[in-house]
């Protein structure tokens, strides 16, 4: 028997945007049930740290300040340097030997990055730095019920993007490939637009780093229009889902972004995004109406045409700190692909 995929999974997970963190700025975030303190020093940096001052307990989330590259606890002003080291107390005296439990974080394409893995490991593999291809960038967030497979599994599942989000004639451009952490898929198909049924092809091209970081890169070739989608999934509590996405989009020349006169540029790409978003937003929440209410399938049904599931499911057992040990589906010539289940919280043996 198998053993649903476990809600917590090992990845690297956003637990902020970079816009959030000014320099000097202190947030609070969740990240697999347990919180965080995310800050930015005068200089930059941003650092990751468990909430609560080793010294007496204060929350830092709450009253803590950025004094030039220290964090400082707004219980007694004890003084915490980068590495997380106790530097100074609010009194002068000698600082005692303590140290914040700082998290493993990463910053990177617009997104605070914080490693968690179930057994404490540290990080197994580096987010990638994409070029800074698109000159304007538009940010959404949605919190919703459902288990962390459920958004890279919907992306591999053709067979509902017809009927949910009118693409017809999706295909896979090729198979479903996989590099140990890293996983890529490409579909053409043809977007429905307006009431009248006219459609225009399209190649939509997915890359994953894990569970936690997804990137969609769009191209229609006969608007000349390339668009780019980045989503960071993140488990605040198990059974929740926080999805931050940045969305871009610009005329092309060839298969690269158009270069003509920045100021141009910039404003074509500016109208050009802000008029995608709209759209982004309406088909994201048709899937998460859906993920709200789905229970896990274990051995699902499967039909022609429903895309590589199967690879999907074998690919992410590594991320589950509880690995399933029989195969999500029997091996069955006539059914290549299979559909998708994603699972609901409630549902888990």
């Known amino acids: ?16 945007f970079s816009s959030d963190l000014r320099p000097g700025q202190v947030r609070r975030s969740r990240i697999a049930g347990d919180e965080v303190v995310v800050y930015r020093t005068r200089s930059g940096l941003v650092r990751v740290t468990a909430p609560h001052c080793p010294h007496l307990g204060a929350h830092l989330g709450r009253g ?11 219980f007694h002003g004890f003084s915490f340097d980068t590495d997380g080291t106790c530097v100074a107390t609010g009194y002068g005296t000698r600082p005692p030997k303590a140290s914040l439990r700082l998290r493993h974080s990463h910053e990177a394409n617009g997104f605070v990055f914080v490693w968690q893995h179930h ?11 994409l070029p800074h291809d698109y000159p304007h960038t538009a ?37 479903f490939t996989t590099d140990r ?18 459609g225009i092809d399209a190649v939509i091209r997915y890359e994953y780093w894990g569970l936690g970081f997804t990137v969609i890169d769009t191209h229609i070739p006969r608007l000349r229009i390339r668009g780019r989608v980045l989503n960071a999934v993140t488990v605040p509590i198990p059974g929740q889902l926080q999805m931050r996405t940045r969305i871009s989009s610009a005329l092309t020349t060839g298969s690269t972004p158009a270069k003509g006169p920045l100021w141009l540029d910039r404003l074509l790409a500016t109208a050009l995004t802000h008029a995608v978003r709209p759209q982004y937003v309406r088909d994201i929440r048709q899937d998460i ?31 589950h700190p509880v690995h399933p040990t029989d195969p999500v589906h029997p091996t069955d010539p006539a059914h290549p692909t299979d559909p998708i289940n994603p699972v609901h919280p409630g549902a888990r043996p």
């Open 1 to 16: 028997m198998t053993t649903a995929p476990t809600p917590c999974p090992d990845g690297w997970f956003a637990v902020a």
């Open 64 to 74: 803590g300040r950025v004094v030039g590259e220290q964090l400082v606890c707004p």
């Open 119 to 129: 057994a404490g490991l540290p990080p197994q593999w580096d987010l990638p730095r």
């Open 139 to 175: 940010q959404t967030t949605h919190c919703f019920r459902g288990h962390p497979d459920d958004p890279g599994e919907n992306s591999v599942d053709i067979g509902h993007f017809a009927h949910i989000h009118r693409i017809t004639d999706a295909r896979p451009l090729h198979t």
């Open 181 to 198: 952490h890293r996983a890529q898929l490409a579909v053409t198909g043809r977007k429905i637009l307006g009431p009248y049924g006219h």
């Open 289 to 319: 109406g859906i993920w709200h209410h789905k229970t896990y399938v274990e051995r699902p049904r499967l039909a022609e045409g429903d895309g590589p599931i199967t690879a999907w499911r074998r690919w992410t057992r590594q991320f």
